[in-house]
């Protein structure tokens, strides 16, 4: 018998925030209506991840086009603000007003920010619209989240998990591809143009097939002045991590300002959450323990993702002194094997009443990868690729254990803040530990990108004189290994909640016969 009591029965259940996810249990989909909404939500999922990766190729042509190489990181800097701005946002928007709406909005906003992109004149409308299309991709996956929490109950997610794993693949390694193609043998223009027609065919299956949602009748406040202090706060505070380092040194009064005035908004953010009633984010869903540790086992999982694939090229190309397409070529196999990862900790969770101890072991196993290729990073390239496939296992493994874990934690009708603060706060944590691994190379190299000392110029010109910088990647791997033991950490914290949703039992044929309708 499915278990219908509330997730926390130690919190407070008079306020309209703790009321009682049973209230709104619809029954549940057929298999064959789930699946077509998931194969609805890919192409919008698509869209977003390689909106992440589609551009770095492009980036050289894009600077020669408009003369302008000094505001190239804006365009992808522009992207991340909005887009980690906006997740919270239409979270929170898609638990008041419907998913398959702010779906919709989202889709809209994403294709409406592309065309800008591609008929730009100069760099600054580029730079705005991709703000725009940030805006858009950003509510993307926490609303796709969201329909997936409304569709499977969590102990099925896993028998969905390759489906996720196609998009995040597709994207990871068919982005670069794509955008190189585009901007070396027609115009960059069609990085975006292509999303066009995908947004419009995303958007028509979004309106076809999300009519099949159960909807949760209950109303929400939106705390709009706690919204815009949450944004105000995070510009700042990522532009900081974003510079610190690379445009600006972390010393200079720019970072030091830009820090200043991100801790007096989140002070204020704080302030606003405590006072008002329903606060933008939900004070009993921050409190809840497995939101916490989920998320942040999350954020080590997808941050040392990020980090590995942007510093992992340059290492290949420094200490191993591969080609820039060989070094892409290599690095996929990380990417790659996040899906396997994923789609056995899946699984494993939809079968066994004991799931997190999967990612558990997995971290370990890239731990001890990560710190082998720290031991030795001259290392063989073919061990350097297996040892980061383990590591992209061990990664992938997180994702399905730490987001259904916070997803059936929380009331139905706060999956969607919920969601939306686990990509905002994931990140946040991807773009410290991309500013770490940063400080840590630059340091190494001893370059001063202020001065205008490219990172990937200087560590060439340090390898033509024969200095050794393979140290150098050896403090960036274990940097990475330290991120993902915090997520084993993290992981033994969170509480291993029973999964809502088991599979009954099939009845026998003989019992499906003899019940059987004879009219079908």
Same mark, same amino acid.
């Given at each position: 018998?499915?278990?219908?009591?509330?997730?926390?029965?130690?919190?407070?259940?008079?306020?309209?925030?703790?009321?009682?996810?049973?209230?709104?249990?619809?029954?549940?989909?057929?298999?064959?209506?789930?699946?077509?909404?998931?194969?609805?939500?890919?192409?919008?999922?698509?869209?977003?991840?390689?909106?992440?990766?589609?551009?770095?190729?492009?980036?050289?042509?894009?600077?020669?086009?408009?003369?302008?190489?000094?505001?190239?990181?804006?365009?992808?800097?522009?992207?991340?603000?909005?887009?980690?701005?906006?997740?919270?946002?239409?979270?929170?928007?898609?638990?008041?007003?419907?998913?398959?709406?702010?779906?919709?909005?989202?889709?809209? /906003? $994403?294709?409406?920010?592309?065309?800008?992109? @591609?008929?730009? #004149?100069?760099? *600054?409308? &580029?730079?705005? =619209?991709? %703000?725009?299309?940030?805006?858009?991709?950003?509510?993307?996956?926490?609303?796709?989240?969201?329909?997936?929490?409304?569709?499977?109950?969590?102990?099925?997610?896993?028998?969905?998990?390759?489906?996720?794993?196609?998009?995040?693949?597709?994207?990871?390694?068919?982005?670069?591809?794509?955008?190189?193609?585009?901007?070396?043998?027609?115009?960059?223009?069609?990085?975006?143009?292509?999303?066009?027609?995908?947004?419009?065919?995303?958007?028509?299956?979004?309106?076809?097939?999300?009519?099949?949602?159960?909807?949760?009748?209950?109303?929400?406040?939106?705390? /709009? $002045?706690?919204?815009?202090?949450?944004?105000? @706060?995070?510009? #700042?505070?990522? *532009?900081? &991590?974003?510079? =610190?380092? %690379?445009?600006?040194?972390?010393?200079?009064?720019?970072?030091?300002?830009?820090?200043?005035?991100?801790?007096?908004?989140?002070?204020?953010?704080?302030?606003?959450?405590?006072?008002?009633?329903?606060?933008?984010?939900?004070?009993?869903?921050?409190?809840?323990?497995?939101?916490?540790?989920?998320?942040?086992?999350?954020?080590?999982?997808?941050?040392?993702?990020?980090?590995?694939?942007?510093?992992?090229?340059?290492?290949?190309?420094?200490?191993?002194?591969?080609?820039?397409?060989?070094?892409?070529?290599?690095?996929?196999?990380?990417?790659?094997?996040?899906?396997?990862?994923?789609?056995?900790?899946?699984?494993?969770?939809?079968?066994?009443?004991?799931?997190?101890?999967?990612?558990?072991?997995?971290?370990?196993?890239?731990?001890?990868?990560?710190?082998?290729?720290?031991?030795?990073?001259?290392?063989?390239?073919?061990?350097?690729?297996?040892?980061?496939?383990?590591?992209?296992?061990?990664?992938?493994?997180?994702?399905?254990?730490?987001?259904?874990?916070?997803?059936?934690?929380?009331?139905?009708?706060?999956?969607?803040?919920?969601?939306?603060?686990?990509?905002?706060?994931?990140?946040?944590?991807?773009?410290?530990?991309?500013?770490?691994?940063?400080?840590?190379?630059?340091?190494?190299?001893?370059?001063?990108?202020?001065?205008?000392?490219?990172?990937?110029?200087?560590?060439?010109?340090?390898?033509?004189?024969?200095?050794?910088?393979?140290?150098?990647?050896?403090?960036?791997?274990?940097?990475?290994?330290?991120?993902?033991?915090?997520?084993?950490?993290?992981?033994?914290?969170?509480?291993?909640?029973?999964?809502?949703?088991?599979?009954?039992?099939?009845?026998?044929?003989?019992?499906?016969?003899?019940?059987?309708?004879?009219?079908?």
């Amino acid at each position: 018998m499915q278990d219908r009591t509330p997730i926390d029965p130690s919190k407070p259940q008079g306020t309209p925030l703790a009321a009682p996810a049973a209230a709104a249990h619809p029954a549940p989909l057929p298999h064959a209506d789930v699946r077509k909404i998931f194969f609805g939500l890919m192409l919008g999922m698509f869209l977003a991840a390689v909106n992440q990766t589609i551009v770095a190729t492009a980036l050289p042509t894009i600077g020669r086009d408009f003369h302008d190489f000094i505001n190239l990181p804006w365009i992808v800097t522009a992207y991340l603000l909005t887009s980690t701005a906006a997740a919270p946002l239409y979270g929170k928007l898609s638990d008041i007003h419907g998913r398959r709406t702010m779906m919709l909005i989202a889709i809209g /906003i $994403f294709t409406v920010g592309s065309v800008a992109c @591609a008929v730009a #004149p100069n760099m *600054l409308s &580029l730079i705005l =619209g991709r %703000a725009l299309q940030g805006a858009g991709g950003g509510a993307i996956f926490p609303v796709a989240q969201s329909v997936i929490a409304d569709i499977v109950a969590p102990r099925e997610r896993g028998r969905y998990q390759a489906y996720t794993g196609i998009v995040w693949v597709s994207a990871g390694v068919g982005g670069p591809v794509l955008g190189g193609v585009f901007s070396e043998y027609f115009h960059w223009s069609l990085i975006f143009w292509f999303n066009v027609p995908l947004g419009l065919i995303a958007a028509w299956l979004a309106h076809v097939q999300l009519k099949r949602l159960p909807r949760h009748e209950r109303k929400h406040k939106l705390d /709009i $002045f706690g919204a815009t202090l949450m944004i105000a @706060a995070s510009i #700042p505070m990522l *532009l900081a &991590l974003t510079w =610190g380092g %690379a445009r600006y040194p972390w010393l200079s009064w720019m970072i030091g300002a830009l820090f200043m005035g991100a801790a007096v908004l989140w002070v204020l953010f704080v302030w606003r959450m405590v006072r008002t009633p329903e606060p933008f984010l939900p004070i009993p869903v921050l409190a809840n323990p497995v939101v916490r540790w989920g998320i942040l086992a999350t954020t080590c999982a997808m941050g040392t993702s990020i980090a590995l694939t942007i510093y992992v090229p340059l290492y290949y190309e420094v200490v191993h002194h591969l080609s820039a397409s060989d070094s892409g070529l290599a690095l996929i196999t990380i990417v790659v094997m996040t899906t396997p990862g994923s789609i056995f900790a899946g699984r494993i969770m939809m079968y066994r009443t004991h799931y997190k101890w999967v990612p558990m072991v997995m971290l370990t196993f890239g731990i001890a990868a990560l710190l082998a290729i720290a031991w030795n990073p001259k290392m063989p390239v073919a061990w350097v690729v297996f040892l980061l496939a383990v590591v992209g296992i061990a990664i992938g493994s997180c994702y399905p254990v730490g987001t259904v874990s916070v997803q059936n934690a929380v009331a139905r009708d706060q999956v969607g803040v919920a969601m939306g603060a686990m990509n905002f706060f994931r990140a946040l944590g991807a773009a410290l530990l991309v500013a770490t691994m940063g400080a840590i190379v630059l340091a190494g190299f001893g370059s001063a990108p202020q001065r205008g000392s490219g990172t990937g110029d200087f560590a060439a010109m340090l390898t033509r004189l024969g200095i050794d910088l393979s140290p150098v990647f050896s403090w960036v791997f274990i940097s990475a290994a330290v991120t993902l033991a915090i997520g084993i950490f993290a992981f033994v914290m969170m509480e291993e909640r029973p999964l809502r949703g088991a599979t009954p039992p099939a009845p026998s044929p003989a019992k499906r016969v003899s019940s059987a309708n004879p009219a079908e």
